[in-house]
């Protein structure tokens, strides 16, 4: 360790500055015109990337739904007040007491079968890590890095004692 270093941490400091080669850089503002055009492109990329997410969405939570809405569709479509008279989509078996048991367990298994879809999309979105491609504006704001943070509070983390 460089003498300067032994010095600091002889002094008590916590945590000596680093050298200049490894402290980043301040980020620089673009300039408007350059700020506007990666706007722009910032916002088409995050439409995109919002987009393929309400997709999977669609896709895996209607899936899901699929056999719901069948029963549903069913129950309503053969039930007799609703059925037109010549119609021959609905089997004999559907009898006014079977529609009335597919409308009462397709409701019945909407919630369960919403909760397997939205299972799904967490699970697919959480493989493809689609939470973490959306960007942040400040990109646009300035060249080379994120945005300027404010300064960490300096404090020294506490000594915990746990029981076993």
């Not at 053969?78 to 119609?87: I, L």
């Not at 298994?109 to 299972?119: E, K, N, Q, R, Y």
Request: proline share 13%.
């Amino acid at each position: 360790m460089p003498s300067a270093e032994l010095s600091l941490a002889a002094m008590g400091e916590d945590s000596p500055t680093l050298p200049p080669p490894y402290t980043p850089p301040p980020p620089v503002p673009r300039e408007p015109l350059d700020c506007w055009a990666c706007a722009v492109l910032i916002t088409g990329h995050n439409l995109l990337v919002g987009a393929a997410n309400l997709g999977i969405f669609i896709v895996m939570c209607g899936g899901a739904l699929l056999p719901s809405a069948a029963m549903l569709l069913y129950g309503f479509l053969c039930h007799p007040k609703f059925r037109k008279t010549k119609e021959t989509l609905c089997p004999a078996l559907l009898t006014p007491a079977a529609c009335v048991t597919l409308l009462v367990f397709g409701m019945a298994l909407v919630l369960p079968f919403l909760i397997l879809g939205l299972a799904g999309y967490a699970r697919i979105v959480r493989g493809l890590h689609l939470g973490s491609c959306f960007l942040p504006y400040s990109r646009a704001m300035y060249q080379g890095g994120t945005a300027p943070r404010p300064p960490a509070k300096e404090s020294r983390p506490q000594q915990s004692k746990a029981w076993v």
